[in-house]
């Protein structure tokens, strides 16, 4: 008899087994890609000075890498503007003439939109956890996120009308990098989110305000005191109440939004520990009760649960600002004149790269008339060498 | 919910690939990002390409099994063992599809590798070869599929004991789909594989997608013909797991009767055969109906619903409770179809005959040109020798 509850079911995603890290785990990751990258540019230079110079004239060369740090920075600057991406793909102008007679809820739009853009930006983040912004630049790789974001959550739109929407961009531009893009993210294109689980506590929060949970609860939700962000104390009426809940809802959706997208919640902790922590973060007292009233009648797990809680809405608290300022701006002008320093010379051109790779895998796909021709032609050196030719 | 978050963080705070071994489902060994980044430091090389690398090597590639528009199908084995068995799904990227990977593609990698099921085809690994193709490695499944032995009427004799293991197992498979949130949208007999041991697998998840949110419209291009329910020919565009039980009903009447039970030429014709076979879809069995895009009126030869004699008539080998099961899985109205956590509660499991063990089955062979075919084709694609019930093209830009 299998028996399978929620846990059983998250402990089988590709999220839990491929994208979970303890603290350690991530940094060391992030310090060893780091190092790895930097070592590239160094050897990469100094093969292309030593072209140039004739052979071995030049014995080392210095340069001044980004450290991880940067490296964060950077990449999570790219993450808002993949954000900014997808909303703009999403809401054309024409916005009303285009997508309201399919889906009469604007509301809905944006909650669909949502999910491509939350999963564009945690390929970006899965992406730099084994590569470094010198080897690919997270500009170009953002754009493919997004693209191949929007095929993986049932949001395409044509690569045509993607790349219209985009300033000096052509479709070899967004499609060179998707290879490396879905390598590094090492084939798994499943990414699970809070935001449903968050509608779902919403609407059970609201079915016990509304006494459908019964009167006992009821009562005790609306003697909840003052929060942060409640002022009022105990709820005077049914109305209140509710009025309290869709205010906590409302916050702690925009965190899902944002905070929970730019930090490392999702490498630390699950879906549901997210939402529960961005409601958290929106009204204490009531996430609390929420919690409490969830569990078995003496039980020390709300307390453990609490904790967990409280170490994840840490994190959120801590998150980079979805809109930079002057400062944070200035630095990563800094960061970004740095890079340009430290690229590795050799994969900056993805899309001839990735042109060549196709090359010397003996398939081209450029002209129709010359599929059937080299079809034949792949299958003969196939039988020669199944996996291609020797590395 | 009172107890997943509090479980998962503990589990979660030394993540180990041996955690996942307490599960009672298919594991598959994981290596870590660390341990890769450990060995590219060696080597001074991409550890994403290192990952690959490892994979592909773990995996030798035999002889073609078959050759489809969608991918080419290799026979393969372990390198370490070449007694164990793979079959090697490449799949042809870059060929009409021009905006890079495909969408059958995405779709079927996405949910094979989140769904570790007995009777769903376990998805061992992928990897990409030089030329950037992806592969993926496939359980091997040399016992050809469900199709092939109910079309063999005069060579493979069953009764209702192995229908209804048949029937339990493919039960099971959308069951967990279905748990997961992922609608399958293609289930027939020729995607319903059968394991060395008689276990049915179901495969091909080209089509599949997970549940979606309120609001959102999807495609109802979907689901091989013959299988398709008839909100989906009536155009409806919110939908739910009830598309696949409708298909399971199919299937299991398929079984009975060895043959398609509805066969439609055209989706016109199908829903015709609906009325005929199942009945009438109209306001008074079905509320709403009327008022979907592509309802049609079919007042003329209206025989409402068919009554539960006509179903023992035809059904009758699966005896009374089992007629009860497939009339409430070909319910009409989808809101009144049993969900597939019903047909598992079902009190036709527990009732003779008991289900016939799966290693007693009866086999066919099938072997390993088979899987080839099976395993090429696209969602939603028949072979060749059945060129009549091609589905329509599938319009995978629709939401």
Redesign the interface.
């Known amino acids: 008899m ?13 999220q ?3 994208w ?3 603290l350690d ?1 991530l940094s ?2 992030r310090n ?2 780091n ?2 990258a930097a ?2 540019v160094r ?1 990469a230079v100094l093969q292309q000075k030593q072209k140039s110079a004739g052979v071995g004239n030049i014995e080392d060369v210095t340069i001044d890498c980004l450290t991880v740090e940067e490296e964060q920075k950077l990449v999570g600057f790219y993450c808002v503007k993949a954000m900014q991406l997808a909303d703009f793909c999403d809401f054309p102008t024409n916005v009303k003439v285009r997508l309201v007679p ?4 604007a509301y ?1 739009i944006a ?2 939109s949502r ?1 491509a853009q939350a999963t564009a930006v945690q390929y970006l983040k899965r992406f730099y ?3 470094s912004p010198m ?1 690919y630049h997270p500009k170009e790789i953002m754009r493919s996120a997004v ?2 974001s929007t ?2 959550e ?6 045509r009308s993607f790349v219209a929407k985009l300033p000096k961009t052509t ?1 070899d531009d ?2 060179a990098p ?3 893009l ?3 993210l ?5 990414v699970r989110h809070p935001h ?1 689980a968050l509608e779902g506590g919403f609407m059970e929060c609201l079915a016990i305000a509304r006494g459908q949970r019964g009167e006992l609860l009821k009562n005790t939700m609306m003697r909840i005191g003052s929060s942060e962000h409640w002022k009022k104390g105990a709820a005077k009426d049914t109305d209140q109440l509710v009025a309290r809940i869709q205010g906590a809802h409302g916050r702690a959706k925009d965190t899902l939004k944002t905070s929970a997208l730019l930090t490392d919640v999702y490498f ?3 879906p ?2 997210i939402w ?1 922590s961005a409601f958290l973060l929106a009204d204490q007292p009531l996430t609390e009760f929420f919690v409490e009233s ?3 009648a003496n039980s020390d ?1 709300k307390q ?2 609490v904790n ?2 409280r170490g994840c809405a840490k994190m959120l608290s801590a998150s980079l600002s979805a809109d930079p300022g002057d400062a944070e701006m200035k630095e990563l002008m800094e960061i970004d004149k740095k890079l340009y320093k430290c690229r590795n010379p050799e994969k900056i051109d993805l899309v001839s790269m ?1 042109k060549a ?2 090359r ?4 081209e ?1 450029e002209l129709d008339e010359k ?1 059937i021709k080299k079809r034949k032609l792949e ?1 003969e050196q ?1 039988a020669d060498d ?4 020797p ?1 | ?9 503990e ?5 180990s ?1 041996s ?2 071994k307490q ?3 298919r594991t598959t060994s ?1 290596s870590s ?2 341990d ?3 060995a ?2 060696q080597q ?1 090389q ?4 290192r ?3 490892e994979t ?1 090597s773990k995996y ?2 035999d002889k ?1 099994l078959g ?1 489809g528009t969608y991918a080419i199908v ?1 026979l393969g084995h372990l390198s370490r063992d070449p007694s164990s068995l793979v079959a090697i799904k490449k799949i042809k ?3 009409e599809f ?4 495909s ?1 059958d593609a ?1 779709r079927e ?3 094979l ?2 769904l ?1 099921h007995p009777n769903i085809i376990a998805l061992d690994a ?9 592969n993926l490695v496939l359980e091997y499944l040399p016992l050809g599929d469900l199709e092939m032995l109910i079309r063999d009427t005069n060579g493979i004799q069953y009764g209702t004991a192995e229908v209804k293991a048949w029937m339990g197992m493919l039960g099971r498979a959308v069951w967990f789909c279905h ?2 949130f992922v609608l399958h949208r293609d289930i027939k007999p020729n995607n319903l594989l059968i394991g060395a041991d008689g276990e049915v697998k179901l495969a091909d998840f080209g089509l599949a ?2 549940f ?7 495609t109802c291009q979907v689901i091989t013909r013959w299988y398709r329910p008839p909100e989906l020919l009536m155009g409806a565009r919110f939908y739910s797991g009830a598309v696949d039980v409708w298909s399971v009903g199919m299937v299991f009447a398929e079984l009975i009767l060895r043959s398609p039970f509805v066969p439609g030429s055209t989706d016109v014709h199908q829903l015709e055969m609906i009325c005929e076979g199942v009945g009438t879809p109209a306001e008074t069995n079905w509320p709403g109906v009327t008022s979907l895009p592509g309802y049609v009126s079919f007042d003329k030869r209206s025989l409402g619903a068919r009554d539960r004699n006509y179903f023992v008539s035809r059904f009758g080998t699966a005896g009374p409770i089992g007629v009860d099961l497939l009339m409430s899985m070909l319910a009409l109205d989808p809101r009144k179809r049993c969900t597939a956590r019903q047909v598992l509660e079902h009190k036709w499991w527990s009732v003779e005959p008991q289900p016939t063990d799966k290693q007693d089955l009866p086999k066919k062979g099938g072997g390993m040109e088979k899987m080839g075919e099976d395993l090429k084709r696209r969602g939603g694609e028949v072979d060749d020798s059945r060129s009549e019930r091609v589905a329509r093209k599938l319009d ?2 629709a ?1």
Do not use: W
């Open positions: 299998i028996l399978l509850n929620e846990d059983d079911i998250y402990r089988s995603s590709t839990y087994k491929f979970s890290f303890t785990s060391s990751l060893t890609t190092t790895l070592n590239g050897e399919s889906c009469p809820f809905q909650d669909v999910a956890l084994s590569n080897t693209f191949l095929k993986t049932n949001h395409y739109t044509s690569l479709a967004i499609l998707e290879f490396l879905t390598q590094g090492r084939f798994t294109f499943d449903r630390h902790y699950t549901s520990q529960l969830a569990m078995p797990m453990r649960l967990v809680l990735n790779a196709k010397e895998g003996g398939q796909g599929v299958r196939k199944v996996f291609g030719p590395i | 919910m009172a107890v997943s978050p509090m479980i998962t963080y589990q979660q705070s030394d993540p690939p955690d996942t599960l009672p489902l994981v990002l660390q890769a980044a450990i590219a430091t001074a991409d550890f994403a390409e990952l690959n690398e592909r030798v590639k073609k050759e290799y990227i870059n060929t021009r905006d890079g990977l969408m995405i990698v996405k949910y590798q989140e570790s992928v990897f990409s070869s030089k030329n950037q193709n992806l748990e997961n997608r997970s979606s949110d309120p609001y959102r419209p999807m995978f830009g939401r």
